[in-house]
């Protein structure tokens, strides 16, 4: 049986990295973004494989995400994951940041996880298979100012929240929180961090953990941070 995954932001960062170790385990892979060249491009880069979809998309937009969905089922008759990765960041704070680009950031780290949930749901039922939501430990420690960070301590409460509904119709759902990650979310802040960053391989590597755990498993949450980062 071959199992497919469905990954939102699934073009570069921790989304492609997650659909390049799927891929080498031969799943069937579907990556959106709102990036058609960056999907084309990240393609081309793995040879065009028969067993990758990629669909031009916005993750905060419900008939993106319905289309995503219909379109992997359509392809590869089955969904056995969900992996909600998109997200974005203004990198400012709410006393002194510029609240233009802050709709865009809520609704992509927030209702994106949600719209792909609803989407999802059905087919993962019949699959007995996993939702995957990738938070940050922003989304655990409070950090002055940071409404980036609220939106993952959102993502923290959809995690747990959306168990307890689906639990009982056998799909289990992980949220996994990366620490400070080495990945095109640091582009618009112009710098990386400092200290030790995590890879985006590293990060995948818990997901496509979280998705390969005996039937009767749930794993839940799971953050993982660079050695040495305090916070």
């Keep these: 049986m071959t199992r497919v995954a469905l990954i939102t932001g ?21 990556v959106t973004g709102r990036g058609e060249d960056r999907l084309a491009a990240f393609a081309k880069e793995l040879g065009d494989p028969e067993g990758l979809l990629t669909l031009p998309g916005n993750a905060a937009e419900y008939t993106d995400v319905q289309h995503a969905v219909d379109k992997t089922l359509e ?22 940041g510029d609240p233009s680009g802050w709709p865009e950031m809520i609704l992509t780290n927030v209702l994106g996880p949600a719209l792909l949930i609803r989407a999802s749901i059905d087919a993962l039922r019949a699959t007995q298979g996993r939702i995957v939501l990738v938070g940050s430990v922003a989304g655990f420690v409070h950090g002055p100012g940071n409404l980036y960070g609220a939106t993952k301590w959102a993502v923290t409460g959809l995690a747990e929240n959306t168990r307890r509904q689906v639990t009982e119709w056998g799909v289990g759902v992980t949220h996994i929180a990366p620490g400070r990650t080495e990945t095109p979310f640091w582009d618009s802040y112009g710098s990386l961090p400092p200290g030790h960053l995590l890879t985006a391989d590293q990060i995948a590597g818990s997901v496509v953990w979280s998705l390969h755990q005996p039937e009767g498993v749930d794993v839940n949450t799971v953050v993982v941070r660079p050695t040495g980062q305090p916070v």
Excluded: F, M, P
Aim: charged fraction near 15%; aromatic fraction near 4%; avoid cysteine.
């Design 75 to 96: 392809t590869y008759g089955r969904l056995d994951a969900a992996v909600a990765n998109a997200g974005t960041a203004t990198h400012d704070s709410v006393a002194e």
């Design 10 to 30: 699934g073009g570069s960062g921790i989304g492609a990295a997650v659909a390049r170790q799927l891929l080498a385990q031969d799943w069937k892979v579907a």
